[in-house]
């Protein structure tokens, strides 16, 4: 999932743009999974800090080759807001820990938020998500990394609603809209702006994954109060990704045009904001 990340801060506007990387997000993915299979059964420390990762679903779903019911790629309507990748509790020296506790994850605990997940959080690939301890589940079950955000989050229902409370709460699409930067097929931004506007609206700077010049993944950080806190990379990111896969001074936010599976087509239930009263807040 995320790559590793964050470095001495500097006061200097380099900082800025070091902190905008581009990764390949399966690789990302595998090296979280390893991470995690590797942390299962040894204690692990208290956490650092807070990651919420965005998805741009215009650059993922635009590869989609294949559909199947539980992508969201595949829905008639083509998703054009930032979506939930997950939320993850990191360390300052650019690892993180995974599989804190020996648990397995209960869909009932989150049944009142699956309509919340099937929007704002869907999975955006169709193979089974891998979980801790050797088992497989749906996208939201991947979220091992629930089982380590204690003392902030203690249970699934509050990681869940933390995670969807901040999403709602700093919503980076309406924070590019407000700066100019909106949905477009193939228009280009200047990364500095679009980091700005982040800037601006949330009051620290993100982490930017791209992938062949379009946003891929966004990532907004929290301190453990759940307060906005800079992203900022390590020399370990630095090395892994090669040159190429740095987000340019350009990038795109892209359309997709959806590949639509015969079973994906069912609405998707609309939340009315009055529900998101009990969400956990910062």
């Known amino acids: 999932m995320a790559t590793a990340r964050k470095a001495p801060r500097m006061v200097a506007i380099w900082a800025v743009v070091v902190v905008v990387v581009a990764a390949d997000l399966f690789g990302a993915a595998v090296a979280r999974s390893a991470s995690a299979r590797h942390a299962v059964g040894k204690k692990q420390r208290e956490f650092d800090y807070f990651a919420l990762a965005l998805q741009w679903p215009g650059t993922i779903c635009a590869s989609t080759r294949h559909c199947c019911a539980i992508n969201g ?3 008639s309507e083509p998703l054009q807001t930032f979506t939930i990748h997950g939320l993850w509790p990191d360390y300052d020296d650019g690892t993180w820990p995974a599989c804190c506790r020996h648990t397995s994850f209960d869909m009932d605990k989150i049944l009142p938020l699956k309509p919340t997940l099937e ?5 955006l690939y169709c193979s089974s998500s891998s ?3 050797s088992g497989k589940g749906p996208f939201w079950a991947h979220e091992k990394h629930g089982t380590c955000s204690s003392p902030v989050v203690k249970d699934e229902l509050e990681y869940f609603t ?42 620290a700077s993100p982490q930017i994954v791209c992938k062949k010049g379009s946003v891929e993944e966004l990532r907004l950080c929290f301190d453990k109060d759940l307060k906005p806190l800079d992203c900022l990379t390590t020399t370990a990111t ?19 045009d959806p590949i639509v599976h015969a079973n994906s087509t069912r609405e998707i239930i609309t939340v009315e904001s009055e529900v998101y009263g009990y969400l956990y807040t910062s």
Not at 119 to 123: A, H, I, Q, R, V
Not at 179 to 196: E, F, M, R
């Open 73 to 75: 790629c595949c829905r």
């Open 162 to 203: 933390t995670a969807l409370d901040l999403y709602f709460k700093y919503n980076v699409t309406e924070m590019l809209a407000s700066g100019g930067i909106h949905v477009s097929n193939g228009k280009q931004y200047a990364l500095t702006d679009v980091i700005d506007a982040i800037k601006c609206a949330f009051g």
């Open 238 to 256: 630095n090395e892994n990704v090669s040159k190429k896969k740095y987000c340019p001074r350009y990038i795109t936010l892209p359309t997709y």
């Open 119 to 123: 929007k704002y959080w869907p999975s």
């Open 131 to 133: 979980t801790c301890f």
